[in-house]
């Protein structure tokens, strides 16, 4: 089965600060998820990629999936409270879209 | 709005009971999943299904069990056989497993916190 290691486990970063998380997959990549969880919750859906290269912002989230398509990265520009959570990948095995398999998860803690 | 709810929020198991957690959805999803998620994990396949009356097994299967009779509901039952239950579960959805919508990301419920007496 597919693994999916995320680092940092955990950040703390100042407010206006930037941060990067990154999710790293022992094998291709056919489809990568960004969601967002507040503790206790539900997760809230990000961004999606597919392709190799492909890159895709929010607001102030950018989302890269790299060439190789193994590894994908999440950067926060100009961090906020409403940054703080447990970001979470989450990835498409070869032979089925729907069957997802996650990483552990990073939590950002963001400080005045 | 459409979205997914799940009840209730948090649910009590005494040693030898079954449980159902319930899943309710209103986005005319045809796929429907459950999830465990413990602490410092990310979250493991427990059940999931691609249509009404049918179903598969996930990755962590043994100790639950599912039913899928209706389009709206995906209900999960905690058994006694399952001797670990304590976690938090979620449901989600998504448009469909093959074909042009497979690669629709899954929404998600709010969880069900379920811990032992």
């Known amino acids: 089965s597919q693994e999916l290691e995320q680092s940092p486990q955990s950040l703390i970063v100042q407010e206006g600060k930037n941060l990067t998380i990154n999710c790293t997959s022992s094998?291709?990549?056919?489809?990568l998820y960004w969601y967002k969880q507040k503790y206790g919750e539900g997760l809230i859906f990000l961004m999606m990629l597919q392709k190799g290269g492909e890159e895709k912002s929010h607001e102030k989230i950018t989302a890269k999936l790299d060439e190789k398509k193994q590894q994908s990265s999440l950067h926060i520009t100009a961090s906020q409270p409403s940054h703080a959570g447990i970001y979470l990948c989450?990835?498409?095995?070869?032979?089925?879209?729907?069957?997802?398999?996650f990483g552990a998860g990073t939590q950002v803690v963001v400080t005045p | 709005d459409g979205g997914i709810t799940q009840s209730p929020k948090y649910l009590f198991r005494k040693e030898g009971q079954n449980v159902t957690l319930s899943c309710e959805q209103n986005l005319n999803h045809d796929a429907m999943y459950w999830y465990r998620q413990d602490p410092g994990q990310g979250l493991r396949l427990i059940y999931y299904?691609?249509?009404?009356?049918?179903?598969q097994k996930g990755d962590i299967a043994e100790g639950y069990s599912v039913s899928r009779e209706k389009k709206e509901s995906f209900p999960l039952t905690v058994t006694s056989a399952q001797k670990n239950p304590t976690a938090f579960y979620l449901c989600?959805?998504?448009?469909?497993?093959?074909?042009?919508?497979?690669?629709?990301?899954?929404?998600f419920g709010d969880g069900t916190r379920l811990s032992i007496l």
């Open positions: 094998k291709t990549l056919y489809g």
């Open positions: 299904s691609q249509i009404v009356n049918d179903f």
């Open positions: 989600a959805s998504n448009k469909g497993w093959q074909g042009a919508v497979s690669n629709q990301p899954q929404h």
């Open positions: 989450g990835a498409a095995a070869t032979d089925s879209w729907g069957k997802l398999q």
